[in-house]
């Protein structure tokens, strides 16, 4: 993937999409952690990296829909890719907030909101 986008000098997307599922069993452990924080309801989580074309480049594991899409992004070691390229550009959405700075500039997020009255 790092070689691919390095070489072609273009950009990717990394997002996480939820399908959602039927609900575990109620004897299931971890019955709850299916529960998206988003969507509220039961989901699994799958991330995906694809170019500019739409072709897809990186696939995580599918977890539960209780997993942040950073917290995804960096059991899956893609932080671990990223921070180790140069010149590649993957523009994310909110939910990778932070990733940036780990990745040494190669995920670009939106600007964190301004708050009127941020807490103390």
Wanted: proline share 6%.
């Amino acid at each position: 993937m790092i070689d691919h986008l390095g070489a072609s000098g273009r950009g990717a997307f990394v997002d996480a999409t939820e399908v959602r599922v039927r609900r575990p069993a109620a004897d299931t452990v971890d019955r709850d952690r299916f529960v998206s924080g988003k969507s509220k309801q039961n989901a699994i989580k799958t991330m995906v990296v694809t170019d500019l074309e739409g072709r897809v480049l990186f696939c995580g594991a599918t977890r539960p829909g209780s997993v942040a899409d950073i917290t995804q992004a960096r059991d899956s070691g893609l932080t671990g890719l990223l921070a180790e390229a140069h010149g590649v550009q993957v523009l994310a959405d909110a939910g990778y907030q932070g990733l940036g700075l780990e990745t040494r500039g190669a995920v670009v997020t939106p600007p964190h909101k301004f708050r009127k009255n941020p807490p103390p």
